[in-house]
C-alpha cells in the first residue's frame, strides 16, 4: 500500500525507539500508525505497531482522554492502579448510552454504536473492543459491514447469534433506508 508521511516524531528511551507518524494512504485516507522498535539481545530489533484509522481518531481521543481522567481521579483518591475492566467501569460521560445521551449520535463513534447494539462485551473485552475487532475486520466499512453473514459475525468470540442478529437486523434497516432515499430522489428528478 503506498502512503505519504504527512508527520512523523520519534524518540528513543532505555533501548526502545518509539515512532508516531501520520499517514495518508492511497486510497487518500489518513492514519496514525504508532510503532515501536525494540532491540533484541542479538543487536536485531523487533517492532510492533498499531494503526488508528481517520474515522477512528475522535474515540481514539475521547478514550484517552477518559483513561488519563480515569487515572487522575484513582491517584486523587489514593486508590491503588487496579485492572479496570468493562464499560461499567469507564467514566460516565465517555461509556456509549451516556454519551450518546449528553453528546448526541454526531459525537458517537462507529464503533460505539455498533457496541450499543451488540450491548455486552465479556470478562476479557468490552463491546466496543469487538466492535472495533469486527470493523477492523472489514477495513472500517459500514458497506463490507452490512454483508456480513450471521456465521462470519458468530466467529468472532463474544458473539452469537442474539448480537449478531441486532447487527444484521440494523445494517439491513439502513440498507433499505438508503434505498428509500435513492428511490425518493429518483422519482423527483424523473417527475420534474
Known amino acids: 500500500m503506498k502512503e505519504d508521511v504527512i508527520a512523523t516524531e520519534s524518540f528513543t528511551h ?107 462485551g465479556s470478562p476479557k473485552q468490552t463491546a466496543v473492543d469487538l466492535a472495533a475487532q469486527i470493523l477492523r475486520s472489514v477495513d472500517f466499512s459500514l458497506s463490507r459491514l452490512s454483508k456480513l453473514t450471521m456465521e462470519e459475525l458468530c466467529r468472532f468470540k463474544g458473539m452469537g447469534h442474539a448480537k449478531s442478529s441486532a447487527i444484521i437486523s440494523a445494517m439491513e434497516l439502513a440498507v433499505r433506508m438508503a434505498g428509500a432515499y435513492r428511490s425518493h430522489f429518483y422519482l423527483k428528478a424523473v417527475s420534474h
Not at 525507539?17 to 495518508?24: I, P, S, V
Not at 486510497?27 to 510503532?35: L, S, V
Not at 532491540?39 to 484509522?53: G, L, S
Open 14 to 120: 532505555y533501548g526502545k525507539t518509539y515512532f508516531f507518524d501520520y499517514l495518508r494512504a492511497a486510497n487518500g485516507t489518513d492514519y496514525i500508525r504508532i510503532a515501536r522498535s525494540d532491540r533484541q539481545p542479538d543487536d536485531r530489533f523487533e517492532k510492533q505497531c498499531v494503526v488508528i484509522f481517520e474515522e477512528n481518531f475522535p474515540l481514539l481521543l475521547e478514550a484517552m482522554s477518559c483513561l488519563f481522567r480515569t487515572a487522575g481521579y484513582q491517584r486523587a483518591a489514593g486508590k491503588e492502579p487496579e485492572r479496570a475492566r468493562g464499560i461499567k467501569s469507564w467514566d460516565p460521560e465517555c461509556r456509549p448510552r451516556e454519551k450518546l445521551l449528553l453528546q448526541g449520535r454526531d459525537a458517537m463513534a462507529d464503533a460505539e454504536l455498533i457496541a450499543m447494539l451488540i450491548g455486552g
